[in-house]
């Protein structure tokens, strides 16, 4: 089993649809989780940070399932400048020092 | 969060030629890192930048090959060596504080190995 796995893509929807991302991680003792964004040819950007409570920022809401080691991020009212991929991130703890592992990502294509 | 730079932003070399990567970060961080991102793949972490030692690399990487440096808190430089058309890549550095997790990305070096 992949470290971090996402929902392959793309998603294809009209504006205004709401559109929820899984994404599942294998080590149990992963403490943080985020989501990024990442425009074509562009960086990754920072999204949000998903804490244990859920957290909702505007249109954006992210969730964690510790029992079932999965987070996932909802949009809501798509916007056509929501299209980019969404990367999934999971802190891993090796050899002392914490690094982060990407998912592969999902593309999102919000059309008119 | 970290404004991090990174230079060349692209290059394209000859196969056999070596290329620095420089990142700088505006703030001292505790952690910098090393990812390679091949067409339509996610990032892949080729080491972690220790301030005044020896870089910790992933497995596949080796420091023959991707030689790195962090003489200070806010800088770094990535090599990659004897270059082939498969190092043929996006090179990108991120920093981030340690304990927090989260890490803040550079723009990226856009490498292609003729």
């Known amino acids: 089993r992949k470290e971090v796995e996402q929902d392959p893509g793309p998603f294809n929807v009209p504006e205004g649809a709401t559109v929820a991302f899984n994404c599942t991680y294998s080590n149990s003792a992963s403490q943080s989780f985020f989501w990024y964004r990442q425009d074509c040819r562009k960086e990754p950007k920072l999204l949000m940070s998903?804490?244990?409570s859920g957290n909702e920022d505007g249109r954006f809401t992210a969730q964690l399932n510790r029992a079932s080691q999965y987070i996932s991020l909802l949009i809501r009212d798509s916007k056509l400048s929501d299209s980019a991929t969404y990367l999934c991130?999971?802190?891993?703890?090796?050899?002392?020092?914490?690094?982060?592992?990407f998912g592969k990502g999902t593309m999102l294509l919000v059309s008119p | 969060s970290a404004v991090i730079s990174q230079k060349p932003s692209r290059d394209i070399c000859q196969r056999g030629t070596s290329l620095t990567i420089q990142c700088q970060v505006d703030?001292?961080?505790?952690?910098m890192f090393w990812y390679r991102q091949q067409p339509g793949q996610s990032l892949t972490l080729i080491a972690t930048?220790?301030?005044?030692?020896?870089?910790?690399?992933e497995s596949g990487f080796v420091i023959d090959k991707f030689p790195i440096s962090r003489p200070n808190l806010t800088f770094s430089t990535l090599t990659v060596s004897n270059m082939s058309p498969e190092d043929s890549s996006i090179y990108l550095c991120s920093a981030g504080l340690a304990g927090e997790g989260e890490q803040f990305f550079g723009p990226g070096t856009r490498l292609t190995v003729l």
């Open positions: 703030s001292q961080v505790t952690m």
């Open positions: 998903v804490y244990s």
């Open positions: 930048a220790n301030q005044g030692s020896e870089a910790t690399y």
């Open positions: 991130a999971v802190n891993i703890w090796r050899r002392g020092y914490s690094t982060l592992t």
